[in-house]
């Protein structure tokens, strides 16, 4: 299988793996080319993986290049990802596929009318943790899905990241930071979610940058709900929960609560970090305790990049391929759902649906390695 010369735009914290992993892991992707606003950004990078650092328009017009992962932050998703689909090439970006709904309907469209692959993360429910559960769910081992309940609680990003500002502004926060790994893994496992009803605050008005930062001790103005709480309505009757929050104290920022819990008619599961694509998988019978279920399925280490290249293969085999844009918006339709629930008090009913994802083979395609 011929690689597919590949471009990425954005050097930040979260390139250094999607360009490990798509210069050195993925057969199907040839990286030639990565791109920044701070050009000196783009060129330690460029350095160390052995490619060109360029500008962005240079990146866009350069015909060599077919496809483009978007890793820039998420204010921006949209914006690049619409450059990338007008430029001719494949596009992939980094979560959410945008902040504003009506702004990933437009990427759909675009990417539809233009014969091109749209693609968003994450790709971590293609894991071995995820797909190993959905084996189990699927083989019928906790019977009828009932209910599922999801937690994300955490302290906030100031305790790591080392720009975490746009964490609280305008396009941040947990539920577009985080969300996108929950629903997702939740939608890939469960199916369409049809209403949501939710509630929102913001605990702290300002945040203090901590942890090994040159900036420790710098103060964030928060701008936007650091918690929000909802109700999940599936379209085959399921009924579930998701808390996303930013607002454990400091340093008590280790919650107990399960990742992501379904019960089930036959029993239970409890799903591993949606943001990891490991395990470990606990299943509980009837009357039995949780076990830990032995993984089925590969790809456990940081794959960051493996929807981009599943992407890029199944449109190289399929040609009515376009990529997992339809669920990455659904996704994004159930998030902006969420919030403008939280503000308004009202239902939201889901609008866009998307084609199931389906479940990854036990063996290791050749396109990966």
């Given at each position: 299988m011929k690689p597919i010369k590949t471009g990425i735009i954005g050097c930040g914290m979260i390139s250094e793996i999607y360009l490990k992993n798509c210069c050195d892991t993925f057969r199907i992707t040839d990286v030639v080319a990565c791109a920044d606003l701070d050009m000196q950004k783009a060129k330690e990078k460029a350095e160390k993986f052995g490619i060109e650092a360029c500008t962005v328009d240079e990146l866009l017009s350069n015909k060599e290049i077919e496809a483009i992962i978007n890793l820039t932050v998420p204010i921006a998703h949209a914006e690049i990802s619409k450059k990338i689909l007008i430029a001719g090439k494949h596009a992939y970006s980094e979560k959410p596929l945008a902040i504003e709904l009506n702004d990933g309907e437009e990427l759909l469209s675009i990417a539809g009318k233009l014969g091109l692959c749209l693609g968003a993360a994450p790709d971590t429910f293609l894991g071995g943790g995820i797909q190993s559960a959905k084996k189990l769910i699927d083989d019928g081992l906790i019977g009828d899905p009932i209910t599922v309940n999801a937690f994300l609680m955490t302290r906030g990003p100031e305790n790591f990241h080392p720009n975490p500002d746009f964490f609280y502004q305008y396009g941040g926060g947990p539920l577009l930071d985080f969300g996108p790994y929950y629903i997702t893994t939740m939608v890939s496992l469960l199916g369409a979610i049809s209403k949501v009803s939710a509630f929102a605050k913001m605990t702290?008005?300002?945040?203090?940058?901590?942890?090994?930062?040159?900036?420790?001790?710098?103060?964030?103005?928060?701008?936007?709900?650091t918690h929000y709480s909802a109700i999940l309505e599936f379209e085959r009757g399921i009924t579930g929960t998701i808390t996303v929050s930013f607002d454990l104290p400091y340093p008590y920022w280790e919650s107990k609560l399960p990742y992501i819990q379904i019960e089930g008619s036959k029993g239970s599961i409890i799903i591993p970090d949606p943001n990891k694509f490991e395990g470990p998988v606990l299943l509980r019978k009837l009357n039995g305790e949780y076990e830990e279920m032995p993984l089925t399925h590969s790809f456990t280490e940081n794959m960051r990049g493996m929807g981009f290249a599943y992407m890029l293969n199944k449109r190289s085999n399929q040609k009515d391929y376009k990529g997992n844009g339809d669920l990455?918006?659904?996704?994004?339709?159930?998030?902006?759902?969420?919030?403008?629930?939280?503000?308004?008090?009202?239902?939201?009913?889901?609008?866009?649906?998307?084609?199931?994802?389906e479940s990854l083979p036990q063996d290791m395609p050749e396109y990966f390695y």
């Amino acid at each position: 299988m011929k690689p597919i010369k590949t471009g990425i735009i954005g050097c930040g914290m979260i390139s250094e793996i999607y360009l490990k992993n798509c210069c050195d892991t993925f057969r199907i992707t040839d990286v030639v080319a990565c791109a920044d606003l701070d050009m000196q950004k783009a060129k330690e990078k460029a350095e160390k993986f052995g490619i060109e650092a360029c500008t962005v328009d240079e990146l866009l017009s350069n015909k060599e290049i077919e496809a483009i992962i978007n890793l820039t932050v998420p204010i921006a998703h949209a914006e690049i990802s619409k450059k990338i689909l007008i430029a001719g090439k494949h596009a992939y970006s980094e979560k959410p596929l945008a902040i504003e709904l009506n702004d990933g309907e437009e990427l759909l469209s675009i990417a539809g009318k233009l014969g091109l692959c749209l693609g968003a993360a994450p790709d971590t429910f293609l894991g071995g943790g995820i797909q190993s559960a959905k084996k189990l769910i699927d083989d019928g081992l906790i019977g009828d899905p009932i209910t599922v309940n999801a937690f994300l609680m955490t302290r906030g990003p100031e305790n790591f990241h080392p720009n975490p500002d746009f964490f609280y502004q305008y396009g941040g926060g947990p539920l577009l930071d985080f969300g996108p790994y929950y629903i997702t893994t939740m939608v890939s496992l469960l199916g369409a979610i049809s209403k949501v009803s939710a509630f929102a605050k913001m605990t702290y008005p300002e945040r203090v940058i901590l942890g090994n930062n040159p900036r420790k001790g710098e103060k964030i103005k928060v701008q936007i709900p650091t918690h929000y709480s909802a109700i999940l309505e599936f379209e085959r009757g399921i009924t579930g929960t998701i808390t996303v929050s930013f607002d454990l104290p400091y340093p008590y920022w280790e919650s107990k609560l399960p990742y992501i819990q379904i019960e089930g008619s036959k029993g239970s599961i409890i799903i591993p970090d949606p943001n990891k694509f490991e395990g470990p998988v606990l299943l509980r019978k009837l009357n039995g305790e949780y076990e830990e279920m032995p993984l089925t399925h590969s790809f456990t280490e940081n794959m960051r990049g493996m929807g981009f290249a599943y992407m890029l293969n199944k449109r190289s085999n399929q040609k009515d391929y376009k990529g997992n844009g339809d669920l990455a918006l659904h996704v994004l339709d159930v998030m902006t759902g969420i919030d403008r629930s939280a503000q308004t008090g009202n239902v939201y009913s889901v609008k866009h649906k998307f084609q199931m994802p389906e479940s990854l083979p036990q063996d290791m395609p050749e396109y990966f390695y």
